[in-house]
């Protein structure tokens, strides 16, 4: 807005100056507040969903699974969604600005804004259902990687971005993305209070937005159904699904579960060969192989076992994976459902209401990243837990954060670190590692990586399923056994 504070038409309602009083408390007080936190929320959200993205592609599946490509694409739309909200209300055109706090921007910039940040919030909704739905395909109807990833996954990217596509197209033909009271988004008509009296297609002077702009209830209509009732509904009736499948194959194979990856006699026995005594320990070579065997036939035994039980155990571990998400978009999304839904009936929504509303909204970034995380950090803790350290959950945090970004130190065999290891040692061990006891470590863990690829972790993580701690107590023991139990994880020079 600029210059002539006066209108120039005698039908006009109000003068601007009139305007600029009677709204003043609401552009500086409510609407400032919101402006403020809603940009802080969707920073917030971005951080998340960029380091969601770093993660993935720092993981060894990177790119190569129907799950990190999925969630690649929610964190992508995150990105998209929160980003334009970032900018503390800058980017409202200034024709608004007697009622936005910071309005800055023109209406080109505004209907950037709305077609990005719709974009990508509609995008998101979707890929949240096509998450759900992969997941439903992995427990329910038991399809393998390789089947979903050609035959469902096109779907599962398609369809989100045909219907972005046709709703994006749609808005801007129409001439939709507008905004009244703050936040360029999709609305039925662009009405603000200096227009109150002229027909639509009127320019009021000092002003540069028609009056009228973008009439379109029907559409608007439509739009507001599809984001409110649709990915709710298909989110619940699949997550329905997946529990009443987990269930049912719970109540079929009930006699396996816990005995699924025990580790019987002769897993035993292939560990006891490589002698015990750790004054006779065999050589690394020797172990190493004996770890490769055991491995094998745990992968062998796991594949077996969960094509005769369906892997009840790890469909649960899914399944709460599957929950955790579908929580990530309730508890973002839930409060604009609502107020949405109020909106519409002409209740008015309570200003406590709109807070929580205004913070949520962007956040469902923050959470998929905490959900995709959480394994991660209940990993680095149990880690923690063996070799006697007792770590907040704070702390494991950050540990699994900076493993799981490449940015864990290397400076392991520290001067510090073979004192306290020196002090600890009987006669009868070692001192600090040798340069050939990290080799060995080295060697160890790069098999383990290799043989855990023949296990389906990603279908049934071993974070969340208790069995695979005793495959982690039994590997732990094989490291004893070739003498790198007091060897650092990284083995670093000095």
């Known amino acids: 807005m600029s210059g ?72 992508i739309s995150d990105i998209l969604f929160s980003l334009p909200m970032a900018t503390f209300g800058a980017m409202d055109p200034t024709d608004l600005s007697y009622i936005l706090w910071n309005a800055r921007g023109n209406q080109a910039i505004c209907t950037l804004h709305g077609f990005v940040s719709k974009t990508g919030g509609l995008l998101s909704l979707c890929y949240t259902c096509s998450l759900i739905l992969y997941y439903l395909a992995k427990v329910k109807y038991r399809k393998t990687e390789s089947f979903i990833r050609y035959k469902l996954e096109p779907f599962f990217h398609g369809l989100p971005f045909l219907i972005v596509t046709v709703i994006g197209v749609v808005g801007l033909v129409n001439k939709n993305y507008n905004t009244v009271y703050g936040g360029c ?25 028609p ?73 690394a070579r020797s ?20 094509s005769v039980v369906g892997n009840d155990s790890n469909s649960r571990a899914v399944m709460h994976r599957a929950f955790a998400y579908a929580m990530a978009y309730f508890t973002t999304w839930i409060w604009a459902l609502i107020g949405e839904i109020m909106t519409m009936l002409k209740v008015n929504v309570p200003m406590w209401y709109g807070y929580i509303w205004t913070i949520m909204i962007p956040l469902q970034g923050m959470f998929n990243f905490l959900v995709y995380f ?54 009868d061990t070692s001192a600090a590692p040798t340069a050939s006891t990290c080799r060995r470590s080295s060697l160890f ?17 071993k974070e969340e399923d208790d069995e695979f701690s005793t495959l982690d107590q039994r590997l732990e023991e094989e490291k004893v056994n070739i003498g790198i139990d007091a060897a650092p994880e990284d083995c670093g020079s000095d």
């Open 445 to 461: 863990e790069q098999v383990l990586e290799e043989e855990k690829v023949d296990i389906d972790i990603e279908a049934a993580p």
């Open 4 to 75: 002539n504070s006066t209108a120039t038409t005698a039908t006009a309602t109000y003068s601007v100056e009139d305007l600029t009083r009677w709204y003043a408390g609401y552009k500086n007080g409510l609407w400032k507040n919101i402006t403020i936190l809603r940009s802080v929320s969707s920073i917030v959200s971005v951080i998340f969903s960029s380091l969601l993205i770093a993660l993935i592609f720092k993981s060894k599946d990177r790119l190569s699974t129907t799950y990190h490509r999925l969630l690649l694409g929610m964190a």
């Open 287 to 306: 172990s190493i192989g004996s770890i490769r065997s055991t491995l094998s036939s745990i992968s062998s035994r796991f594949r077996r076992n969960s």
């Open 374 to 427: 959480h394994p991660m950090v209940k990993s680095a803790g149990k880690k923690a837990s063996r070799e006697g350290k007792d770590l907040w959950y704070i702390q494991a945090f950050g540990k699994a954060l900076l493993k799981g970004l490449g940015l864990e130190g290397c400076q392991c065999c520290t001067k510090k670190e073979k004192k306290s290891q020196s002090a600890t040692m009987t006669e």
């Open 185 to 209: 988004t999709l609305t039925p008509v662009y009405d603000p209070p200096h227009c109150e009296g002229l027909e639509d297609g009127t320019v009021r002077e000092g002003f540069t937005i």
């Open 211 to 283: 009056c009228g702009r973008g009439r379109n209830k029907s559409f608007f209509g439509w739009y507001s159904s599809i984001v409110l009732m649709v990915p709710p509904f298909i989110i619940i009736i699949a997550f329905g699904m997946i529990y009443w499948s987990v269930r049912e194959q719970e109540k079929k194979n009930g006699r396996y579960g816990a005995g699924t990856l025990n580790l019987g006699a002769s897993t035993a026995s292939s560990s006891n060969d490589n002698g015990r005594d750790s004054n006779t320990r065999g050589s």
